[in-house]
């Protein structure tokens, strides 16, 4: 996996390097800025972007517009972008281009290494990743919906849908089998009217009507 990483802190962006280098990840190019990444993606063609959110000049929103500009440019380049807060526009906001390849998370999951890198590697090969802090705050503000059908636990599994998390994945965080994860899967899609499409296309879009982009 070829990486392009955009991180404004020196300390953050080297202990990076090094953690992807000892995964065996290549990081190709380390910027600073929103302009830099931008630069090095037309170079390099990475596989993946990590990119910061609040960059210089302004440290407000740079890497993410960067991330949404790259994103219209090619579609099917996987980006994760990491946030030093839970801010749910961004989140929202990137998600609404698309699902695939698409990653925010909290720095703070960084110091958990191995589940970071498989975080990565998720969204380098097409799938999710959504920090389980911005979901949270996706839940609370919903109001009356097709969502407000859901029982407790489909709302866990769905959040944990939107996480990225496969069917043995949430089966191993909730301690369920994969069959009764099946059941509640199947419940929300037919609770959310998504019985039509194929599978995968359908998890996108319980995935869509639970972040509401």
């Known amino acids: 996996m070829r990486v392009v990483l955009a991180e404004d802190s020196v300390l953050l962006r080297e202990g990076l390097i090094r953690l992807l280098g000892s995964a065996g990840i290549e990081v190709v190019a380390a910027v600073s800025d929103a302009e830099g990444l931008l630069r090095a993606v037309d170079e390099h063609v990475p596989d993946l972007v990590v990119t910061d959110v609040r960059m210089p000049p302004t440290h407000t929103d740079e890497g993410l517009r960067a991330a949404l500009v790259l994103r219209r440019q090619r579609p099917t380049l996987a980006i994760l972008v990491l946030s030093q807060y839970v801010e749910e526009r961004y989140a929202t906001q990137l998600l609404s281009t698309a699902t695939s390849g698409i990653g925010y998370l909290l720095k703070d999951r960084v110091a958990d290494v191995e589940e ?98």
């Open 116 to 213: 970071f890198l498989d975080a990565l590697r998720r969204i380098a090969a097409g799938g999710t990743a959504l920090d389980p802090e911005v979901v949270a705050q996706l839940l609370l503000r919903r109001h009356s919906d097709p969502l407000d059908r859901l029982t407790r636990r489909e709302h866990e599994v769905l959040s944990l849908i939107a996480e990225g998390r496969s069917n043995t994945g949430i089966a191993e965080a909730l301690v369920v089998s994969e069959s009764a994860v099946g059941k509640h899967i199947n419940n929300i899609f037919t609770k959310l009217d998504l019985s039509g499409a194929d599978k995968d296309h359908r998890r996108v879009l319980a995935v869509l009507r639970f972040l509401k982009v």
